[in-house]
């Protein structure tokens, strides 16, 4: 039972430890489908592709001309306000109405 109890401590631990982590991160709510240290592939276990140097990238989604030929910061804003408008049926269900927290993500992205 002791043992019981220390691993449930130990797992409370390591959860609230990692929801500290990424409290303060902009890009926290990202890492559940994309990585930051490659782009544009999409490793074995992700969702979505690599996201360093997405800024200025080829946008490779097709069927969303609307935000225009590469990820500028306006067509960044747009897509993470309501990806699903923007492209339906998209497997991206993040989003953000917050303007401000959406220029937070925006600007982390182009620190990548």
């Not at 890492?31 to 592709?49: I, Q, S, T, Y």
């Amino acid at each position: 039972m002791k043992k019981l109890l220390i691993g449930a401590i130990a797992f409370g631990v390591m959860i609230g430890s990692a929801a500290i982590s990424s409290a303060g991160n902009p890009l926290g709510p990202c890492k559940a489908c994309h990585f930051f240290d490659k782009g544009p592939e999409v490793k074995k276990n992700n969702l979505g592709p690599g996201l360093k140097g997405v800024v200025g990238r080829k946008i490779s989604i097709e069927g969303v001309g609307a935000l225009g030929d590469t990820w500028t910061e306006a067509a960044l804003d747009t897509w993470l306000t309501n990806p699903g408008a923007v492209k339906k049926g998209t497997k991206m269900t993040f989003k953000q109405k917050k303007e401000k927290k959406r220029a937070k993500i925006i600007e982390a992205l182009k620190g990548l």
